[in-house]
Nanobody, 121 residues
Framework: VQLQASGGGLVQAGGSLRLSCAAS????????MGWHRQAPGKEREFVAA????????YYADSVKGRFTISRDNARNTVYLQMNSLKPEDTAVYYC???????????????WGQGTLVTVSS
């Protein structure tokens, strides 16, 4: 199983980025997908999740209204559209896949390698 995250980079505060996570080696439509992030010196935290067929989404309070998670089961890809970015959004963003839920960091079936997002003030 491989989760290949991409789309990170350097952006000014108020800007936007779209992260992508391409999955291979798993039955993508049977997995809940999501994103977590880890800032320097901090623990990994939940950001956003989407259910297997995509009707339900969940967000951390810190990103609600600014980030949107979506998935394309035909392309085996999950996306995270990040708008109105803030310096406190700076972190390594990790894609996650689990047969039940990706909201809790522990026990997740698969993790991607992470992509760095840096927001300058």
């Amino acid at each position: 199983v491989q989760l290949q995250a991409s789309g990170g980079g350097l952006v000014q505060a108020g800007g936007s980025l779209r992260l992508s996570c391409a999955a291979s080696g798993l039955a993508f439509s049977r997995y809940a997908m999501g994103w977590h992030r880890q800032a320097p010196g901090k623990e990994r935290e939940f950001v956003a999740a989407i259910t297997k067929s995509g009707p339900m989404t969940y967000y951390a309070d810190s990103v609600k209204g600014r980030f949107t998670i979506s998935r394309d089961n035909a392309r085996n890809t999950v996306y995270l559209q990040m708008n109105s970015l803030k310096p406190e959004d700076t972190a390594v963003y990790y894609c996650a896949a689990d047969h039940l839920t990706v909201i809790a960091s522990k026990g997740i079936d698969y993790w991607g390698q992470g992509t760095l997002v840096t927001v300058s003030s």
